[in-house]
């Protein structure tokens, strides 16, 4: 453990930089809790998408660095905002009529619309845990309803009643002029609606523990701030709840950075400093806009999940966090095969080259001894070849090219052809345009035709790949990708493909020049572009 925590202490693998900030903040002495505490926030006002869940794998990852680096317990909460007042119907549940009577409860108060669970809060909450528990995570979930309810932020209430001032002073000069005249740090839930309730207090009584307003029929209405009576605005209880669980890093997005400040200030006033953290950049959708829980223009867990392996949805979370990156379902055969590449190197790497590898981060320090022997983009591509969604004839191909790999024998392809024949038949197939060469083409097709022939038997994808670069020099193409893309185009359908050479290997010879002459004979493409 020492040796390893001496390299921890130089890594400069990002988690291992965030973790050094909670190394620093106990330097002193380790906190009175006896653990450190991370946590990270959701807000289930709509169904669960990737972007929320990153933080869970971010932080997760920053914990894990720190195990290697201090020796204090830590904890990770994972809370969710379920009794925030529903301000509008999401535009991808069922019964959004019934949902829209609801607006303004409590999430945990409002019927499921899927008719699953006991409210539209629990059910998402489920979606949410789903989630954590099918990558392995260990955390404690917490419900914002059940702290509110069972009184255990109520000394923490109390505090914010008395330094309402303060709390106010923070909050009003971030508002818009109208908005000042109705905010109010504590929003009260209605006695008679139930409803979480957007009014200015018409008086604050630290003594008594209890705020006075007007409720929707006008009446004048005092309730006490404990008890679930009430909640506070998003940015104060962000604060709150810091103070209250004495929070130690929470990550969030570049849109709340703002938010973030403001919520340190209010932790400061109540007494506690505020977390470390630092801010992500935001996911993009496919046409390059903020993906949105309301909107669910981002990719669900499950769609992730029925095209790709979960470790591939963790790299792409530990990839540049810093850094904008569009989510769509394209970029999920890339994030495979980088895996799988991080996942061959580690097995060779020395060991201060292994903790910056993501494969040490995604596997918690213990990546598995595992090769694919075959990319995914070729397993794609195969499937593309074949035009075929029957694993058995996928698995015909790669048994002659590794014939140590079997169905049920070989863990990590047995994984990844079920997702490269879905991944085909969802998205490559639909897309497909065939297309007819031209002259220079066809000529040059016909001479890759009579080299692939006189290549010996046994020939390796980079002795192919040689080949396929001299036909295309032979033949004038420049550049010489204007090359390859014709290939991918008359042959495959598609604009983009495999590297030939070990596509060839792989598929075999005979096949591809069968391939070959079926394209330029038409039967793939009646018309040319």
């Given at each position: 453990?020492s040796?390893?925590?001496?390299?921890a202490?130089?890594?400069?693998?990002?988690?291992f930089?965030?973790?050094?900030?909670?190394v620093?903040r106990y330097?002193?002495?380790?906190?009175?809790?006896?653990?450190?505490?991370?946590?990270t926030?959701?807000?289930?006002?709509?169904?669960?998408?990737?972007?929320?869940?990153?933080e869970?794998v971010?932080t997760?990852?920053v914990?894990?660095a720190?195990?290697?680096?201090?020796d204090i317990p830590t904890r990770?909460f994972?809370?969710?905002d379920?009794?925030d007042?529903?301000?509008?119907v999401?535009?991808?549940?069922?019964?959004?009529?019934?949902?829209?009577?609801?607006?303004?409860m409590?999430l945990?108060r409002?019927?499921?619309p899927?008719g699953?669970?006991?409210s539209f809060?629990h059910?998402?909450n489920?979606?949410?845990r789903?989630?954590?528990d099918?990558?392995?995570?260990?955390?404690?979930?917490?419900?914002?309803?059940?702290?509110?309810?069972?009184?255990r932020f109520?000394?923490a209430?109390?505090r914010?009643l008395?330094?309402y001032?303060?709390?106010m002073a923070v909050?009003?000069?971030?508002?818009?002029?109208e908005?000042?005249?109705?905010?109010s740090?504590f929003l009260?839930?209605?006695p008679?609606?139930?409803?979480?309730l957007?009014?200015?207090?018409?008086?604050?009584?630290?003594?008594?523990g209890?705020?006075v307003?007007?409720?929707?029929?006008?009446?004048?209405?005092e309730?006490p701030?404990?008890g679930?009576?009430?909640k506070l605005?998003w940015?104060?209880d962000?604060?709150m709840?810091?103070?209250?669980?004495?929070?130690?890093?929470?990550?969030?997005?570049k849109?709340l950075?703002?938010?973030?400040?403001l919520a340190g200030?209010?932790?400061r006033i109540?007494?506690?400093?505020?977390p470390e953290?630092?801010n992500?950049?935001?996911?993009?959708?496919?046409?390059g806009q903020?993906i949105?829980?309301?909107?669910?223009?981002?990719?669900?867990v499950?769609e992730?999940?029925s095209?790709?392996p979960?470790?591939?949805?963790?790299?792409?979370?530990?990839q540049?966090p810093r850094?904008a990156?569009r989510?769509?379902?394209d970029?999920?055969?890339r994030?495979?095969?980088?895996?799988?590449?991080?996942?061959?190197?580690?097995?060779?790497?020395?060991?201060?080259?292994r903790?910056?590898?993501?494969?040490w981060?995604?596997?918690?320090?213990?990546?598995?001894?595992?090769?694919?022997?075959?990319?995914?983009s070729?397993l794609?591509n195969l499937a593309?070849?074949?035009?075929?969604d029957?694993?058995?004839?996928?698995w015909?191909f790669?048994s002659r090219?590794?014939p140590?790999?079997r169905?049920?024998?070989d863990?990590?392809?047995d994984?990844?052809?079920?997702y490269a024949?879905?991944f085909?038949?969802d998205?490559?197939?639909?897309?497909?345009r065939?297309?007819?060469?031209d002259a220079r083409?066809r000529a040059?097709?016909e001479?890759?035709v009579?080299a692939?022939?006189?290549?010996?038997a046994g020939?390796?994808?980079?002795?192919i790949?040689?080949?396929?670069y001299?036909?295309?020099?032979?033949?004038?193409?420049e550049?010489l990708?204007a090359?390859?893309k014709?290939?991918?185009?008359?042959l495959?359908?598609?604009e983009?493909?495999?590297?030939?050479?070990?596509f060839?290997?792989?598929y075999?010879?005979?096949?591809?020049?069968?391939?070959i002459?079926?394209?330029l004979?038409?039967?793939?493409?009646?018309?040319?572009?």
């Open positions: 453990m040796g390893e925590r001496g390299l202490e130089q890594a400069k693998a990002w988690p930089e965030e973790a050094r900030k909670l620093a330097a002193e002495s380790p906190p009175e809790k006896g653990y450190v505490l991370l946590e926030g959701y807000g289930p006002s709509g169904l669960p998408h990737i972007g929320t869940f990153g869970v971010r997760t990852m914990r894990q720190f195990q290697r680096l201090s990770l994972c809370f969710s379920d009794m007042g529903l301000r509008k999401p535009d991808n549940v069922p019964n959004k009529e019934m949902v829209r009577s609801y607006l303004g409590p945990t409002i019927p499921d899927f699953s669970h006991e809060g059910h998402n489920s979606r949410l789903g989630f954590l099918s990558f392995g995570f260990e955390y404690e979930f917490q419900s914002s309803s059940e702290w509110y309810a069972s009184g109520d000394k209430l109390l914010v008395e330094c001032d303060e709390v909050m009003l000069p971030s508002l818009r002029a908005r000042q005249q109705s905010y740090a009260p839930i209605s008679k609606t139930g409803r979480v957007q009014v200015p207090l018409q008086e604050v009584k630290p003594a008594s209890t705020v307003f007007r409720d929707e029929d006008g009446t004048l209405t309730v701030v404990t679930g009576h009430c605005q940015k104060p962000w604060g709840r810091w103070y209250a669980l004495g929070v130690d890093y929470e990550m969030s997005g849109d950075i703002d938010s973030v400040k200030r209010i932790c109540l007494g506690a400093p505020p953290g630092f992500y950049e935001l996911f993009l959708d496919e046409q903020k949105s829980k309301s909107k669910g223009n981002g990719l669900s499950e992730w999940l095209y790709g979960p470790e591939s949805l963790s790299l792409f979370m530990y540049k850094a990156k989510l769509y379902f970029v999920i055969p994030a495979v095969d980088d895996y799988l590449s991080f996942l061959e190197s580690y097995a060779e790497e020395a060991p201060e080259r903790l910056e590898n993501p494969a981060h995604i596997h918690n320090g213990a990546p598995p001894r595992e090769s694919a022997q075959l990319s995914f070729l794609l593309s070849a074949c035009n075929t029957d694993p058995a004839v996928l015909g790669i090219h590794a140590q790999a169905p049920g024998q863990p990590l392809l994984k990844l052809v079920p024949i879905a085909y038949r998205f490559v197939l639909p897309n497909k065939y297309r007819l060469p083409e040059a097709l001479d890759l009579a692939l022939r006189a290549l010996p020939c390796d994808g980079e002795t790949q040689n080949q396929v001299e036909v295309g020099k032979r033949h004038g193409f550049p990708r090359w390859f014709a290939c991918y185009e008359v495959f359908g598609q983009q493909g495999p590297r030939l050479g070990s060839v290997a792989l075999g010879v005979t096949e591809t020049i069968a391939l002459e079926d394209a004979a038409g039967a793939f493409a009646a018309q040319p572009v």
